[in-house]
């Protein structure tokens, strides 16, 4: 079965740090994937999306996520977190029915 | 992109009523799709609800506990019978934009049984 594991439960950066967010798929084709955020009491956002060509993707908020077929791995990356970033991340990819498997999220904290 | 608006975005309730949530979308879609998140967890599908039939739902659901109705292609809803409080979570309705290219969802209801 299709699957996206997020092996990161909880991180914790500096504001002004570099961060990276760990994703990995199980899924026998490309898969289409995503990544969300889901601020306290807000529902989710879509930060960007992967579903073929330039396998360095752009989104929103200066985010940014690198597709690894090698390493089933698509990870999210910001090169400077500010504070408003703590959130929960999630990962995600779509299922042949279109509807979504989300990975366990990822919790950031960001310290001052 | 589509809008979703949920309602209500949260209550309180007694174990052994039921809650029905409402999800309306500003334009048609062809598939629509409930999810639950449980408190400190991922998001997980119930199920995926059919225009003019039976909704599919996912191992772990079941209709007489969720049953969802899908009148038409901007409206469905989604009722938790029979309440516990084990189903106090966040439930989320989302659609499948027109190219299938990102899916939408409404900002959720927070559902606390007592």
């Known amino acids: 079965a299709q699957s996206v594991t997020q092996p990161d439960i909880h991180i914790t950066v500096s504001e002004g740090a570099s961060l990276e967010l760990r994703c990995n798929y199980s899924y026998g084709a490309t898969p289409y994937l995503f990544w969300y955020v889901q601020s306290p009491g807000q529902g989710l956002q879509l930060l960007l999306k992967y579903f073929s060509g330039d396998t360095l993707v752009q989104g929103i908020k200066g985010f940014e996520a690198e597709f690894k077929r090698s390493q089933s791995s698509f990870n999210l990356r910001k090169p400077s977190v500010h504070w408003s970033d703590a959130a929960e991340y999630f990962c995600?990819?779509?299922?042949?029915?279109?509807?979504?498997?989300f990975g366990s999220g990822t919790r950031l904290q960001v310290q001052p | 992109s589509a809008v979703i608006s949920q309602k209500p975005s949260r209550d309180i309730c007694q174990r052994g009523t039921s809650l029905t949530i409402q999800c309306q979308v500003d334009?048609?879609?062809?598939?629509m799709f409930w999810y639950r998140q449980q408190p400190g967890q991922s998001l997980t599908l119930i199920a995926t609800a059919n225009q003019g039939s039976e909704a599919t739902y996912e191992s772990g659901f079941v209709i007489d506990k969720f049953p969802i109705s899908r009148p038409n292609l901007t409206f469905s809803t989604l009722t938790v019978s029979n309440m516990s409080p084990e189903d106090s979570s966040i439930y989320l309705c989302?659609?499948?934009?027109?190219?299938?290219?990102?899916?939408?969802f409404g900002q959720g209801t927070r559902l606390t049984v007592v």
């Open positions: 995600a990819s779509y299922t042949g029915r279109r509807a979504l498997t």
């Open positions: 989302s659609v499948t934009g027109a190219r299938n290219t990102e899916a939408f």
């Open positions: 334009s048609q879609v062809t598939m």
